[in-house]
């Protein structure tokens, strides 16, 4: 078994992809009808929604972390791409992988 000094950074988590235009985002407020308002890593509020195929498959609560998509025509508007769970929020803040502006996890 070689020895290896060199750790090698492996994160086990999705994480946004930057070239999509993808965010990281906190749930401020759920409005109803599949509709959140999110708080996204780059000072804005956007309303969101939860596509259909996401919609009864994973529950979103308030002060989840999500992956949003911001709209290419009107930036004040988003997709939710991905929720993740507890474990995985507090992962992402322990390895400082969230920025300062959403890191609720501390």
């Not at 949003?68 to 992988?97: C, G, H, M």
Request: hydrophobic share 30%.
């Amino acid at each position: 078994m070689p020895e290896n000094t060199e750790e090698e950074n492996i994160t086990r988590v999705i994480v946004p992809n930057k070239r999509k235009g993808e965010l990281y985002g906190i749930v401020e407020k759920l409005s109803g009808g599949s509709h959140l308002s999110v708080m996204c890593e780059d000072g804005y509020t956007r309303t969101t929604r939860i596509p259909g195929k996401m919609k009864k498959r994973m529950w979103i609560r308030e002060n989840d972390l999500v992956i949003v998509k911001p709209w290419q025509f009107q930036t004040e508007k988003a997709d939710i791409v991905y929720r993740y769970t507890k474990t995985q929020a507090n992962y992402l803040s322990r390895n400082s992988a969230l920025p300062e502006l959403i890191n609720i996890f501390k």
